[in-house]
T-cell receptor
Framework: DSGVTQTPKHLITATGQRVTLRCSPR?????VYWYQQSLDQGLQFLIQ???????AKGNILERFSAQQFPDLHSELNLSSLELGDSALYFC??????????????FGPGTRLTVL | EDQVTQSPEALRLQEGESSSLNCSYT??????LFWYRQDPGKGPEFLFT???AGEEKEKERLKATLTKKESFLHITAPKPEDSATYLC?????????????FGQGTRLTINP
């Protein structure tokens, strides 16, 4: 158990809908990262927040947005969903910028299926 | 462009048969190379961080090494429970920010 929690575990929805994925980082971790993993694309970095502020962006679509709240939990919002958005979405956390960007601890993921 | 290439894509071994997984990278100014293990349907589990050429790290039957162009994950006398996908990632500075770039992974199967 990494200490990172994600909800829900599974999500099935229809095209055009909007969903919200939730992540609670490990206790004491200030950085939260979101990743998308699909069979053909592998693990793709989407966005990073550090102590409530956006720090880095990856291949995140404009239909997707995220935020980190004062209690450090984070939410990833996916809107106008398309079939191609079906994937595993992972949240990861780390101590912070000075603590080593790479030693990230991943949650169990949310499996999103868009029908 | 920063890239990470892992080989082979898949590897089947018999229990006790040692082997190595490769991770080749091209990145301007390596800040760190990371190995993760991922079981089906689960999140990646952190294994090692390597920062400079010549560095080695060990954990049970796994040993990771780093050169200027690639990293190897050596598996000695593997057991069936070592079956998983092993991911390599490099820390790269992209568009002004530090990010992790992952390889596609090597799917390792250890047969009893």
């Amino acid at each position: 158990d990494s200490g990172v929690t994600q909800t829900p575990k599974h999500l099935i929805t229809a095209t055009g809908q909007r969903v919200t994925l939730r992540c609670s980082p490990r206790s004491g971790d200030l950085s939260v990262y979101w990743y998308q993993q699909s069979l053909d694309q592998g693990l793709q970095f989407l966005i990073q927040y550090y102590n409530g502020e956006e720090r880095a962006k990856g291949n995140i679509l404009e239909r997707f947005s995220a935020q980190q709240f004062p209690d450090l939990h984070s939410e990833l919002n996916l809107s106008s969903l398309e079939l191609g958005d079906s994937a595993l979405y992972f949240c990861a956390s780390s101590v912070g910028l000075a603590g080593g960007l790479g030693e990230q601890f991943f949650g169990p993921g949310t499996r999103l299926t868009v029908l | 462009e920063d890239q990470v290439t892992q080989s082979p894509e898949a590897l089947r071994l018999q229990e006790g048969e040692s082997s190595s997984l490769n991770c080749s990278y091209t990145v301007s100014g390596l800040r760190g190379l990371f190995w993760y293990r991922q079981d089906p349907g689960k999140g990646p589990e952190f294994l090692f961080t390597l920062y400079s050429a010549g560095e080695e790290k060990e954990k049970e039957r796994l040993k990771a090494t780093l050169t200027k162009k690639e990293s190897f994950l050596h598996i000695t006398a593997p057991k069936p429970e070592d079956s998983a996908t092993y991911l390599c990632a490099v820390q790269a500075r992209i568009q002004g920010a530090q990010k992790l770039v992952f390889g596609q992974g090597t799917r390792l199967t250890i047969n009893p």
